[in-house]
């Protein structure tokens, strides 16, 4: 009898023993991680002030790549939230939701989940550093509180090694994925950036290799607009529509890249060389001759692209297009791929190095068109 009572009192001593230890540990616990990027600093709070591109911030989906995402509320900013679910234990139930958001300053997510504790926070948090304040220091921190809860507070003692990892791992794989963004703070860009519906169109068509030395890309877009109005006049047709300039590749001596003039049939009125799908576009016989002419009758398919406008000279096109870029890898849009981009000529040839010359920029994107209603 008189071990069972040693043994009583040893076990009680022991409890007691956890309860002072648990009552001394602290009742919430906090970790951080930080990386350094040399992307521009709105750039980097737009890529987190969201949930387009959460699997590149965040591990779940590395964890289990069959995680359900549910979005709700606003695409960006306070009240964006997003629900996930998963039958791995690791991850569970529960959800993300922006509850605080300072453009350049800091995000804060309030986080869900089934593991112990509660108040759960991420905070991101940016800070201009390096050479000159070029770069910029993101710092994630957790934070969750256990209260009263003592097996909590024990649990606790081990946040940086489990939240800690899945911290350091996020933030990998977000300057992974900055990385590919190109190094333009889209966010100061005078123009609206959009999303638009790139109607079906008939054209001409040429493709052109021009060399960049002495005016080679005027000379050889002079030469075959001359080419394509003797085909316009030739078929009875009328110009629908600005010159539109697809890229194909740009390089350091020579720009090759394709001419597509809209045309309609000239007793049709303005406006019937698009349509919303290529079924739907007027048939026309084009009349093609002369020798050297390279000019041929198409219909292009219709697209969903980024869309901005641009005044200014002619080659800032390419930085123009690279904006739209980085705007919509940030937003998650899928990018068409090893695509540069076209751009419709608002101004005749002799006028697109002006400064006040005018066009609009498109990027094309991998969305099915949306039908017109």
Same mark, same amino acid.
């Given at each position: 009898?008189?071990?069972?009572?040693?043994? $009583?009192?040893?076990?009680?001593?022991?409890?007691?023993? #956890?309860?002072? @230890?648990?009552?001394?540990?602290? %009742?919430?616990?906090?970790?951080?991680?930080?990386?350094?990027?040399?992307?521009?600093?709105?750039?980097?709070? &737009?890529?987190?002030?969201?949930?387009?591109?959460?699997?590149?911030?965040?591990?779940?989906?590395?964890?289990? +790549?069959?995680?359900?995402?549910?979005?709700?509320?606003?695409?960006?900013?306070?009240?964006?939230?997003?629900?996930?679910?998963?039958?791995?234990?690791?991850? #569970?139930? #529960?959800?993300?939701?922006?509850?605080?958001?300072?453009?350049?300053? =800091?995000?804060?997510?309030?986080?869900?989940?089934?593991?112990?504790?509660?108040?759960?926070?991420?905070?991101?948090?940016?800070?201009?550093?390096?050479?000159?304040?070029?770069?910029?220091?993101?710092?994630?921190?957790?934070?969750?509180?256990?209260?009263?809860? $003592?097996?909590?507070?024990?649990?606790?003692?081990?946040?940086?090694?489990?939240?800690? =990892?899945?911290?350091?791992?996020?933030?990998?794989?977000?300057?992974?994925?900055?990385?590919?963004?190109?190094?333009? &703070?889209?966010?100061?860009?005078?123009?609206?950036?959009?999303?638009?519906? !790139?109607?079906?169109?008939?054209?001409?068509?040429?493709?052109?290799?021009?060399? $960049?030395?002495? &005016?080679?890309?005027?000379?050889?877009?002079?030469?075959?607009?001359?080419?394509?109005?003797?085909?316009?006049?030739?078929?009875?047709?009328?110009?629908?529509?600005?010159?539109?300039?697809?890229?194909?590749?740009?390089?350091?001596?020579?720009?090759?890249?394709?001419?597509?003039?809209? @045309?309609?049939?000239?007793?049709?009125?303005?406006?019937? %060389?698009?349509?919303?799908? @290529?079924?739907? $576009?007027? !048939?026309?016989?084009?009349?093609?001759?002369?020798?050297?002419?390279?000019?041929?009758?198409?219909?292009?398919?219709?697209?969903?692209?980024?869309?901005?406008?641009?005044?200014?000279?002619? +080659? #800032?096109?390419?930085?123009?297009?690279?904006?739209?870029?980085?705007?919509?890898?940030?937003?998650?849009?899928?990018?068409?791929?090893? !695509?540069?981009?076209?751009?419709?000529?608002?101004?005749?040839?002799?006028?697109?190095?002006?400064?006040?010359?005018?066009?609009?920029?498109?990027?094309?994107?991998?969305?099915?068109?949306?039908?017109?209603?």
């Amino acid at each position: 009898m008189a071990r069972f009572l040693e043994f $009583l009192v040893a076990i009680l001593l022991v409890a007691l023993l #956890g309860v002072a @230890v648990g009552l001394a540990l602290p %009742s919430y616990r906090t970790h951080a991680h930080s990386i350094e990027t040399n992307r521009p600093i709105n750039v980097a709070f &737009d890529m987190l002030n969201g949930f387009q591109r959460f699997n590149d911030w965040n591990t779940m989906r590395l964890v289990d +790549p069959n995680v359900k995402f549910t979005l709700s509320g606003p695409a960006s900013g306070v009240g964006a939230k997003l629900a996930f679910s998963s039958t791995n234990p690791t991850i #569970g139930s #529960g959800s993300w939701e922006i509850v605080e958001s300072v453009p350049g300053e =800091k995000i804060v997510f309030r986080v869900e989940d089934e593991a112990l504790g509660h108040n759960k926070t991420m905070r991101f948090t940016f800070e201009r550093t390096g050479r000159n304040q070029r770069n910029v220091e993101v710092t994630k921190r957790y934070r969750v509180e256990y209260g009263w809860n $003592l097996i909590g507070r024990y649990a606790g003692m081990y946040v940086a090694t489990s939240a800690g =990892k899945r911290l350091e791992n996020g933030l990998r794989l977000f300057s992974n994925a900055m990385a590919g963004v190109p190094r333009i &703070d889209y966010t100061i860009y005078e123009h609206p950036l959009q999303v638009v519906q !790139v109607p079906a169109m008939n054209a001409l068509k040429v493709e052109v290799t021009a060399p $960049l030395a002495n &005016d080679g890309f005027a000379i050889s877009l002079s030469n075959q607009l001359q080419w394509m109005e003797r085909v316009v006049d030739a078929s009875g047709f009328a110009k629908d529509g600005p010159l539109r300039i697809v890229t194909i590749e740009r390089g350091s001596e020579t720009y090759v890249f394709t001419m597509l003039q809209p @045309v309609r049939d000239a007793e049709a009125p303005e406006g019937s %060389s698009r349509a919303a799908t @290529v079924a739907e $576009l007027p !048939v026309l016989e084009a009349t093609i001759a002369g020798e050297g002419n390279q000019v041929v009758f198409t219909q292009t398919a219709p697209m969903t692209a980024a869309n901005t406008k641009w005044v200014g000279p002619a +080659p #800032g096109l390419q930085r123009v297009r690279d904006t739209l870029r980085a705007w919509a890898m940030v937003r998650g849009f899928p990018i068409e791929p090893n !695509v540069q981009g076209f751009d419709d000529y608002s101004v005749a040839i002799p006028e697109m190095l002006n400064p006040d010359a005018e066009f609009q920029a498109f990027l094309p994107l991998r969305i099915e068109p949306t039908p017109a209603q």
